[in-house]
């Protein structure tokens, strides 16, 4: 087979770690633009909002009031799709094709800042570095549970990712069985560290620090770039560069490296089309159901869906809903524009 140039000829890209294809047609870019696009307005919030069911003392939808938090506070979802009692058990219709079972779990909410107008691109590295910190151990609290297989942090930023209060917060959902995505990735990391000795993500990052055309942004213990195989636009991952399987087992020097790492990166996509850049985000990390992983390496992925401006916006549609996922622009171009802006 001949070789060329993938920057310029439409071509399919292996994703290792989920075991599927993605197709990129760099030519799609620079097609005419006749589509809508309005004017972003510049969103301004108060410190403080009494409407707000995040913000320190107010009183949530449910009743309960919060308390009044001087930094990073979590709860249980006052709407969890998860509910820790519901009762084990299972449907199997007639035939194999339609069955169900439960599913168990806990579904938190962790506000990053009492501040009502902050983002993480606006926080204090010192102030990211606390929610890491929650982060660690809301993973080892709810990973310790007997009936919790998997805990999922996550963050949906911006309305247009289905965020439906502004107030800077994430998400954790503990459940009784590992995910579909998460799934994968422990499939082919496994595979790949019971072949080779060595972690997937380890030899991909060092591929990558090797080339260095899709790196955006690195420090000491940790490296954001445009995954070789992405699906978003501006899409990242967030590597570190030691090998380890969960937060459990991150070191205190690393803690402020991923905050300082998640500071420039969030900075960086808001000064691309000059908004508070919209984004689902979330740490995947090994299983919590008593079994070894020694090939799993945490990463976190951020999805963000801007494709040509603050306004315009990719979808997934036509062909990727039916077919495969496709991409407009190179990860290369997309990991240059990102870096511009350092």
């Known amino acids: 087979m001949e070789t060329f140039d993938i920057t310029e000829h439409s071509h399919r890209r292996f994703n290792p770690l989920l075991g599927e294809w993605v197709l990129v ?58 509910q820790a009692e519901s009762p084990a058990g299972s449907l199997q219709e007639t035939g194999s094709l339609l069955r169900a ?80 995505e998460p799934a994968k990735e422990t499939e082919q990391q496994q595979a790949y560290f019971q072949q080779n000795g060595r972690s997937l993500l380890s030899d991909y990052l060092a591929e990558e620090l090797e080339k260095q055309t899709r790196l955006v942004v690195e420090n000491e213990h940790f490296v954001a770039l445009v995954p070789f195989w992405a699906i978003w636009p501006f899409e990242t991952i967030v590597i570190p560069r030691r090998h380890f399987q969960h937060l459990g087992q991150i070191t205190d020097q690393e803690k402020d490296a991923y905050a300082d790492i998640m500071k420039k990166l969030s900075s960086v996509y808001d000064k691309l089309f000059n908004t508070s850049f919209p984004y689902s985000a979330g740490i995947h ?52 524009r990102l870096r511009g802006l350092l």
């Open 101 to 180: 079972q439960s599913e168990r779990g806990i579904c938190k909410v962790i506000c990053f800042s009492p501040r009502h107008d902050l983002t993480l691109s606006d926080m204090e590295v010192s102030e990211i570095r606390k929610v890491v910190d929650l982060w660690q151990e809301q993973y080892l609290e709810l990973g310790a549970l007997e009936y919790i297989s998997y805990v999922q942090i996550f963050e949906n930023k911006g309305s247009v990712m289905g965020s439906s209060n502004p107030h800077p917060h994430g998400q954790i959902w503990a459940q009784s069985s590992v995910p579909g």
């Open 285 to 336: 990390q090994s299983p919590t159901d008593g079994q070894e992983y020694p090939g799993w390496h945490l990463h976190m992925h951020f999805y963000p869906p801007l494709l040509r401006s603050a306004t315009v916006k990719k979808f997934m549609v036509g062909y990727e809903l039916m077919a495969d996922p496709q991409r407009d622009i190179t990860p290369e171009s997309a990991a240059e």
């Open 25 to 82: 047609s760099p030519h799609r870019s620079k097609r005419p633009w006749q589509g809508q696009q309005e004017s972003a307005e510049k969103e301004t919030r108060p410190q403080y909002d009494p409407n707000c069911y995040l913000c320190p003392t107010n009183v949530r939808a449910n009743g309960e009031k919060n308390p009044d938090y001087p930094s990073t506070y979590v709860f249980v979802n006052d709407f969890a799709a998860l």
